[in-house]
């Protein structure tokens, strides 16, 4: 069965720092995609970043990288450059590509308070 | 605008009631999705269709249906509503059957509030 722990409930970072979310899942699927969003305080589920679990490099969006250690399966989320507007709730989530349904599991997410 | 239209984006009403949920797709996708996240249980997958036909299905109670239609918007009934069912639903679309590598695009949402 697929599950994805997200272990910080709230974490504080100071602006201009860097941060990191953690985020450890479970499959026993070989083939499977890893997903991050960020849902602000209006609530909207925004895309940040995704990994494949057959991609060599870990990937990368603007401030966001996303560190996939496959043996270890986690797969946590580093922002850069924290800014206040990063204050928001992340999700950890994933899809596994064996099966032929398409949906997403979910962690409960970490709630991000940039601090100025 | 992410390009999936949801409907209502509020909605208030009684226990016992029964009220649907309107989504629109991206245009172009194919694959719709409905969650449902509430703050104990956090984001729960709900019911996926694909090209008007039902493909997955999740933790959906027995009060609750969808379905999909033939312009591929789709519809969350939900009835004999409860307090507990209160709730943001969100709706997602996606290109494909699958999850791509970009996601799902997400609505807004609709929050319900069961009094």
């Known amino acids: 069965a697929q599950k994805i722990t997200q272990t910080q409930p709230g974490m504080f970072v100071q602006e201009k720092e860097a941060v990191t979310l953690d985020c450890t899942y479970d499959t026993s699927d070989p083939s499977y995609g890893l997903f991050w969003y960020k849902q602000p305080s209006s609530g909207e589920m925004i895309f940040l970043i995704y990994?494949?679990?057959?991609?060599?490099q870990n990937a990368t969006e603007g401030r966001y990288s996303l560190n996939f250690q496959k043996a270890r399966k986690s797969a946590n989320l580093v922002i850069s450059a924290s800014q206040l507007g990063d204050s928001a709730m992340y999700f950890c989530a994933m899809r596994n590509y064996g099966g032929s349904q398409g949906n997403l599991i979910f962690g409960k997410g970490t709630k991000l308070s940039v601090k100025p | 605008d992410s390009g999936v239209t949801q409907t209502p984006k509020h909605l208030i009403t009684a226990t016992g009631q029964r009220v649907t949920l309107r989504c629109s797709p991206r245009s172009g996708d194919l694959s719709v999705y409905w969650y449902q996240q509430s703050l104990d249980q956090g984001l729960q997958f709900l019911i996926q269709y694909y090209n008007g036909e039902e493909r997955a299905k999740g933790n959906i109670l027995e009060r609750f249906s969808a379905q999909q239609f033939p312009d591929l918007h789709s519809e969350l009934n939900l009835s004999s509503l409860e307090l507990g069912d209160s709730a943001l639903y969100f709706c997602a679309s996606s290109p494909r059957g699958d999850a791509s590598s970009y996601g799902y695009t997400f609505g807004s949402g609709t929050r319900l509030t069961v009094v």
């Open positions: 990994q494949g679990s057959y991609d060599q």
